[in-house]
């Protein structure tokens, strides 16, 4: 196959365009419109969907499954062993949606035994050298600024954002909506809907401008006003909260979620 000029590549043709200097094991499965970029690395098993561009020097190691419309920065290693000390070469995979844009120097690496795979869904932005451990489930329009760090078996719900720099614990659970400020570690669960930030990490608030540039109107964000002033302003224990909440505010969708979700943390929610 010819060499195209990668940046000039605006529909993707009904063949896949690999570089000469790109290594593709022949088990993987390239779809149509497949771009891939000089010096990738794309090991066996590996399938790719359509229209998705992988970016040069990028490595997507054994088993990967990824959907259609990704973009894959330069240098991006994906499914690659878990660390994990446990792992003794079972068989596990990285599965990414599609429209996802990850770039540059990222590392998401394929699951353990524990939960046999690592999940990252659709249109989400993963940013340069952030890194998503083994068995993490990340949802849908999620952002990962530059640099996260997330350990191993860590949640993100939809429409998730984590700052710059953010260092994540394992099996922590980050609600839907929710905004973490850069630069903070989070030991703990954070609540949808939430804008925590500070050392230690603390609810600032509700993360009103992420919610209104989602289109929540006044009828969702009045009651979710509400449950936070008594969940997280009250002085109340977690369990007298959630009584006042469920008995004085109005229980639309998004309440329901918040409630929920504080009592099904097994870490505890950052307050």
């Known amino acids: 196959m010819t060499s195209p000029d990668l940046d000039t590549v605006?529909?993707?043709?009904?063949?896949?365009i690999i570089h000469p200097t790109a290594?593709?094991?022949?088990?993987a499965e390239l779809a149509s419109g497949v771009v891939v970029g000089p010096y990738a690395i794309i090991e066996s098993g590996v399938r790719v969907g359509e229209g998705t561009r992988i970016d040069s020097h990028a490595r997507i190691a054994r088993d990967t499954r990824i959907g259609r419309a990704n973009r894959i920065g330069h240098?991006?290693?994906l499914g690659t062993e878990p660390q994990d000390s446990t792992y003794r070469d079972e068989p596990t995979w990285l599965e990414i949606g599609d429209r996802n844009i990850i770039r540059e120097y990222a590392t998401l690496h394929r699951g353990t035994k524990s939960s046999g795979k690592t999940l990252v869904g659709h249109?989400?932005?993963i940013m340069a050298y952030a890194h998503v451990a083994h068995d993490c489930r990340i949802a849908n329009h999620v952002t990962l600024v530059n640099?996260?760090?997330?350990a191993g078996h860590v949640t993100i719900e939809d429409w998730a954002v984590v700052g710059?720099?953010?260092p994540v614990h394992q099996f922590v659970h980050v609600g839907c909506h929710a905004m973490i400020a850069g630069g903070f570690r989070v030991p703990q669960d954070v609540s949808p809907y939430a804008l925590v930030a500070g050392q230690p990490l603390h609810v600032v608030g509700l993360n009103i401008v992420g919610l209104r540039r989602r289109g929540f109107e006044a009828v969702q964000l009045s009651p979710l006003r509400n449950a936070f002033r008594i969940l997280f302003k009250s002085g109340f224990n977690t369990t007298q909260a959630l009584d006042?909440?469920?008995?004085?505010v109005d229980l639309t969708a998004e309440v329901?979620?918040?409630?929920?979700?504080?009592?099904a943390s097994e870490r505890g929610v950052t307050k």
Not at 147 to 150: D, K
Not at 256 to 263: A, D, G, N
């Open 123 to 125: 249109d989400n932005f």
């Open 256 to 263: 329901h979620h918040l409630v929920e979700f504080i009592r």
């Open 75 to 77: 240098g991006a290693v």
């Open 10 to 16: 605006a529909t993707p043709p009904a063949d896949p």
């Open 147 to 150: 640099s996260v760090n997330m």
């Open 23 to 27: 290594i593709v094991d022949p088990t």
């Open 244 to 248: 006042r909440v469920t008995a004085e």
């Open 164 to 166: 710059g720099l953010v």
